[in-house]
């Protein structure tokens, strides 16, 4: 009888932790979709499709061999930025222990 709390309060703690962090990931993975639809909204010329995630390192390269004449406004720079450093911000929070078993419970792929 002394040991249900306690059973219980370990349980909602892992509980807890199991919805933060999966909170927390699902939460970057949509900026990463809102970013990269704000990039594609901002210049269709690339051809980017909305609701789809792809590496700003591939938009970079892609950018650089249509626009060769173009400068590349800081505002796309910046957003392209953002893309990389969200991008290894969840990578890295996936390849920690506790948090890589929350993704695979949740079903969560590097991005």
């Known amino acids: 009888m002394g040991y249900i709390p306690l059973f219980l309060t370990i349980g909602g703690a892992c509980l807890l932790f199991f ?4 909170n927390t990931m699902l939460g970057k993975l ?7 639809s704000k990039l594609a909204l ?17 938009i970079m390269k892609q950018w650089k061999s249509k626009e060769a004449s173009k400068q ?3 505002e796309a720079l910046e957003l392209i930025r953002e893309l990389k450093v969200n991008k ?5 929070l996936i390849k920690k222990a ?5 993704a695979k419970i949740s079903g969560l792929q590097p991005i």
């Open 19 to 22: 919805l933060t962090v999966r």
């Open 72 to 74: 590349i406004s800081s």
């Open 98 to 102: 506790p948090y890589n078993w929350v």
């Open 30 to 36: 949509s900026l990463q979709k809102e970013l990269f």
């Open 88 to 92: 290894f911000q969840y990578n890295q």
């Open 42 to 58: 901002a210049h269709p010329e690339l051809g980017l499709i909305l609701g789809q995630i792809s590496d700003p390192d591939q």
